[in-house]
Nanobody
Framework: RLVESGGGLVQAGGSLRLSCAAS????????LGWYRQAPGKQRELVAV???????DVADSVKGRFTISRDNAKNTVYLQMNSLKPEDTAVYYC??????????????WGQGTQVTVSS
């Protein structure tokens, strides 16, 4: 089970931090990360982090978003800085052996809304 928190409404240039706590059988899963889906658009990968600490971040958010992971708490974080209106979307926590493609994601969170006003 994946439980997300931290979404909300923020002005452009502001910051938010998303959290996703993994429990049960997925607490030791290899890859954790975040996807997002804006209205009328496909779900896209935002960032991923493996159990070994390797990270990958989408070009559209590179330099603004940082993904981190606390293995002791089975929690993954997405620190979002310098937010832009185009970052507005529902953000989904994702988990699996590999999650770089949506079809390979094993577990999804329920989604949390992030809205950035101009």
């Amino acid at each position: 089970r994946l439980v997300e928190s931290g979404g909300g409404l923020v002005q452009a240039g502001g910051s938010l931090r998303l959290s996703c706590a993994a429990s049960g059988t997925i607490s030791r899963i290899n890859a954790l990360g975040w996807y997002r889906q804006a209205p009328g658009k496909q779900r896209e990968l935002v960032a991923v982090i493996t159990s070994g600490g390797s990270t990958d971040v989408a070009d559209s958010v590179k330099g603004r978003f940082t993904i981190s992971r606390d293995n002791a708490k089975n929690t993954v974080y997405l620190q979002m800085n310098s937010l832009k209106p185009e970052d507005t979307a529902v953000y989904y926590c994702a988990a699996g052996y590999t999650i770089v493609v949506a079809a390979t994601v094993t577990y999804w969170g329920q989604g949390t809304q992030v809205t950035v006003s101009s």
